[in-house]
């Protein structure tokens, strides 16, 4: 069996034939599980907040597990690699043993990444309006545009 048709076989949106065509109701499957959590997150914040730092704990675990594997295969840089997957096992513990912290230190990173990115974004619009005058200056005067 190829690659190509075990990779069909796992994947249900794709059909096993090897076509291209997808499976039909397979994106509306999709999302109709965002529209349930949506809607869950509408009705109960509390409970979509817990139920992402779990996702995320869980994202963690994987992770750490992957940071021993790698560590594991790469001899140069492996006591990194132990000491990224023994630092996200603890992060994992701390996460499910307190979810509402692990939301709220979430709520906090995206937080100081927005205003972070916005003094970035703010920094770089000065320095194009800058640029911008300093063209206009290098240009002159344009020709005088006639009324009419």
């Known amino acids: ?46 409970v979509a907040t817990a139920t992402l730092a779990l996702v995320f704990a869980v994202y963690v675990f994987a992770d750490a597990f992957l940071d021993f594997v790698l560590a594991e295969r790469d001899r140069e840089s492996r006591w990194m690699l132990g000491l990224a ?21 979430a709520i906090w990173t995206i937080g100081i990444y927005a205003i972070i990115y916005g003094v970035a974004i703010f920094a770089l619009g000065m320095r194009v309006l800058a640029e911008a005058q300093h063209v206009r200056e290098l240009r002159g005067p344009g020709p005088a545009v006639p009324s009419t």
């Open 1 to 46: 069996m190829d690659r190509s048709a075990r990779v069909r076989r796992h994947v249900p949106c794709l059909p096993a034939d090897g076509s291209s065509a997808r499976r039909p109701g397979a994106r509306s499957d999709a999302r109709a599980g965002e529209e349930l959590f949506g809607v869950i997150a509408l009705r109960r914040p509390d």
């Open 85 to 105: 997957g023994a630092l996200s096992i603890i992060l994992g513990i701390m996460l499910l043993a307190n979810t509402a912290a692990g939301a709220s230190a």
